[in-house]
């Protein structure tokens, strides 16, 4: 496809990572039609969304309904967002022979297996001496109460499957291990996730998460990130899908950027490949950094949410030109750099979550908020409403992310930004980056 050819996107998801890369994707002179599926009550003054084209992974009916539209609008780059669609395969039927012009942003199914299953994440880190936490894996509930009950030293229980970020539960105690056994095994918090467990050895360190771009080859590691995910201040409470996130992190130096690359990175796509599969799309490795270095607590195959939105901010480059380039093999040719200045994303949710909560609150100040021009707010759970406002959609409703010379300038413009924005119950951390302040 000749650089200059101009590029009809789709983008499936509904998030603020969603918005965020059709927020990149726009500023691209490639740029044409954009659409979004479903999208949310932001991503419509991108482009167009598309509230009835289904992309349920399980439905092979819907992968025919996104093809069809994608063939009949002439959509030649569909991205992929959330991680349900890659783990179920849907890259894979969309990447079909009879579409030789259509690129695909996302690894297919056997790539993704690395976020949907973490035992086979497990097995492939301890055969390529990938450092990872000491773990064992349980599908008997009887057999992990009795692991957990002579274990001496704290432990974290994951679902070894999908949770939606929210399958990690972090143990200061045995009883706390054994209740979190139960929430997985038998009251099915997670559903099927949690029919298998992993009881993992708890790290000490700070968490960083590092994306990279990945073609089958060629590896771009973008700029390291932190994440806040528990939902108190001080990272207290329970863990969450992200309450915001800072890039980049002073924590990763290039040093240590490159003893992962070399590590982490590296070991996993080489052993991938040599098992048939070519991992093409981001490769996310949420690390502990550790007295004894840094070890991998999971893989994801998609941009992390919030993680995406500070990145895309700060990104310097055509987006459509890195993902085309991503999925043909040619990361090399493409000029990739990035805004000196920090970024800090705040999530403002809605009361109640991560647990239940309320929808179709009204929502007022985003446009005061933007009127800082190194402020964007990026819409995550949010619908238009029936009269023309935009109301809350989900748990977390909206991304606010600023731009500043160094990271507590960042926080400063985010947290004055979510002051301007209202809804009913609406909360945020005001701490996003506190770890390295």
Not at 123 to 144: G, W
Not at 254 to 264: G, R
Not at 291 to 314: H, W, Y
């Amino acid at each position: 496809m000749s650089k200059k050819t101009k590029v009809n996107a789709l983008i499936l998801g509904s998030g603020g990572r969603e918005h965020a890369l059709g927020f990149k994707l726009k500023q691209s002179k490639r740029c044409g039609k954009l659409y979004f599926a479903p999208g949310n009550g932001g991503t419509a003054a991108l482009g167009t969304n598309l509230t009835d084209l289904p992309f349920d992974p399980v439905n092979t009916k819907n992968a025919d309904a996104i093809d069809y539209f994608c063939r009949k609008n002439d959509v030649s780059l569909i991205v992929i967002g959330p991680e349900d669609p890659l783990c179920g395969g849907l890259a894979d039927r969309l990447a079909t022979p009879g579409a030789s012009d259509r690129h695909v942003f996302g690894p297919v199914q056997a790539g993704a297996r690395l976020e949907a299953d973490k035992v086979f994440s497990k097995q492939l880190m301890r055969a390529t001496s990938v450092p990872t936490a000491d773990a064992k894996t349980f599908t008997d509930y009887e057999a992990a109460v009795n692991y957990v009950e002579n274990r001496e030293t704290p432990v974290v229980v994951k679902a070894a499957g999908l949770a939606k970020g929210k399958g990690v539960i972090v143990c200061d105690n045995n009883d706390e291990a054994l209740d979190a056994l139960k929430q997985c095994m038998v009251d099915l918090a997670f559903g099927d996730a949690g029919r298998t467990v992993i009881v993992e050895e708890r790290l000490v360190g700070q968490e960083v998460s590092i994306l990279a771009l990945v073609d089958g080859r060629n590896i771009f590691v973008l700029d390291p990130t932190q994440d806040h995910k528990q939902v108190g201040e001080g990272d207290t409470g329970p863990n969450t899908g992200g309450m915001g996130a800072y890039c980049p992190t002073p924590l990763v130096n290039d040093a240590l950027m490159s003893t992962i690359q070399s590590e982490v990175l590296v070991p996993i796509v080489d052993a991938l490949r040599r098992d048939g599969t070519e991992f093409k799309g981001v490769l996310y490795a949420g690390l502990m950094l550790t007295a004894g270095g840094p070890k991998v607590l999971e893989f994801n195959t998609r941009f992390g949410d919030p993680e995406c939105q500070p990145l895309m901010m700060r990104l310097k480059g055509d987006l459509i030109d890195i993902m085309i380039a991503t999925c043909e093999g040619t990361l090399d040719e493409v000029d990739l750099g990035w805004d000196p200045r920090c970024c800090c994303c705040v999530v403002l949710a809605s009361g109640g979550y991560p647990g239940s909560y309320e929808k179709g609150k009204t929502i007022t100040g985003i446009e005061d908020a933007e009127t800082d021009p190194d402020v964007k707010v990026f819409h995550a759970g949010t619908e238009s409403g029936k009269d023309g406002a935009v109301v809350t959609a989900g748990g977390r409703v909206l991304s606010v992310c600023a731009m500043g010379d160094n990271l507590k300038d960042a926080q400063q413009k985010a947290n004055a930004a979510c002051e301007k924005i209202h809804f009913e119950g609406a909360f945020s951390r005001t701490d996003i980056g506190f770890r390295v302040m």
